[in-house]
């Protein structure tokens, strides 16, 4: 069935330096991705849409130029967290909705998620 | 502003008892979902409810949506440990030509033997 795929699924990394995830649509095509961040015991939050072949809509709040998302093909969505900083240390989620083709059209597909530490 | 509220935010229970987990929801939405997150994971979808008076169930689980009172209710029946974990609701809307989900602040939920 329809999956999507995060890597990596968990990254440490020094407060300073620039942090990839990459989200994929396995055996589906997703215009549209959605970036989630999860604090703890907390529920999860939008961050960003991601739009194929166009820019990403961003949240109230959240900073783009911080948070990069590039959706370079209709299967892949990165979200570039740069110049990480402490504070930017969460679960990060990613999205697709399902194909309207699909049993499950009108569900979401969710990546496993990415545990970013920085140190 | 739009807001899905979930009632309660904590949950714990015994074995074999009965407990509904509300969602009420602030927006206009013919779509709402239920998903179960396991401590470190992703979210693992439940239900789909597409309409008013949609009713779902799977397992020890019933989920219901009244539309007209913008309320959800998952109903857990003679719970059993492995239920344990926290479930999230989230609505559809369609806002700044793009469709969003809005999410619950989550229900944790722990079922004691």
């Known amino acids: 069935g329809a999956v999507v795929s995060q890597h990596p699924s968990r990254v440490i990394c020094k407060s300073g330096t620039s942090v990839k995830i990459e989200c994929r649509s396995l055996?589906?095509?997703?215009?549209?991705m959605f970036w989630y961040r999860q604090f703890p015991k907390k529920s999860l939050m939008l961050m960003a849409t991601?739009?194929?072949?166009?820019?990403?809509?961003?949240e109230q709040g959240v900073e783009k130029d911080k948070f990069l998302i590039n959706h370079a093909s209709l299967t892949l969505s990165t979200l570039t967290v740069t110049s990480a900083h402490p504070e930017d240390s969460s679960f990060y989620i990613c999205?697709?909705?399902?194909?309207?083709?699909?049993?499950?059209?009108?569900?979401?597909?969710f990546g496993p998620g990415t545990r970013l530490t920085v140190l | 502003e739009l807001k899905v509220e979930q009632n309660p935010l904590f949950l714990s229970m015994q074995e074999g008892k009965n407990y509904t987990i509300y969602c009420n929801y602030s927006?206009?939405?013919?779509?709402l979902y239920w998903y179960r997150q396991d401590p470190g994971k992703s979210l693992e979808s439940l239900f789909v409810?597409?309409?008013n008076g949609a009713v779902k169930q799977e397992g020890r689980l019933m989920a219901s949506l009244d539309t007209k009172a913008r309320l959800s209710t998952l109903h857990i029946t003679a719970a059993v440990h492995d239920l344990s974990a926290t479930y999230f609701c989230?609505?559809?809307?369609?806002?700044?030509?793009?469709?969003?989900?809005?999410w619950g602040a989550g229900t944790k939920l722990i079922i004691k033997p």
């Open positions: 999205s697709a909705p399902a194909p309207l083709t699909s049993h499950a059209a009108d569900t979401q597909y």
């Open positions: 055996d589906f095509q997703a215009t549209t």
């Open positions: 991601s739009n194929e072949g166009s820019k990403a809509t961003y």
């Open positions: 927006t206009t939405s013919d779509r």
């Open positions: 409810l597409l309409s």
């Open positions: 989230a609505v559809d809307t369609y806002m700044d030509s793009n469709y969003q989900l809005i």
